[in-house]
């Protein structure tokens, strides 16, 4: 403080304009994550809702519902990563800690768009009716056939769960 007192007048107004403009961007990066925070948490509970109906509705062995409900999410978690991501939040990178929260609302919302838009592709491939029994014999080929689509729904299912977590976390 006392070495800007000794300065001419026109370091010290270069000092005061520098200072304001800093405090801009620190002021306009925060309101930009704010703002993109206040447009995607509808879209944020929507998709979350709709990835918990597909999680039941898949739980409750009814596949179409589920490969909707998955479908729904994930439009409606790209939504949200697409406000985020969009244009005037680029601000937001500009100021360090809400940069970082900015990236991980990109993240999670992205993981959650993608492992919702993967659950409804393998949901697709999985035809319970080519499951039959002849008296006293189990297709075991078409078993067989639903361990892979199975198996990826499972960890995707895991994924999904994880994001969801952090979505509230």
Known sequence: VVGIRAQSRRVKWLLAMVTLGVAGVLVLGTSA???????????LRQGNRLARDGLKSLGDGEIRDAQDSFAQAGDAFAAAEKRFGSRWAIPAMLVPV????RRAALEVT??????????????GQI?????TTEPG???????????????SIRAHVATLHDTLFAVYS
Not at 127 to 131: A, E, I, M, S, T
Request: glycine share 4%; proline share 2%.
């Open 110 to 123: 992205s993981s959650a768009a993608a492992v919702s838009q993967e659950l409804e592709v393998e949901l």
């Open 137 to 151: 014999q189990i297709d075991l080929d078409a078993i067989r056939g639903l361990e892979s689509p199975l198996t």
């Open 33 to 43: 994550l704010a703002v993109g925070t206040a447009n995607s948490v509808d879209d």
């Open 98 to 101: 809400v940069a970082q929260h």
């Open 127 to 131: 035809d319970l009716n080519q499951l």
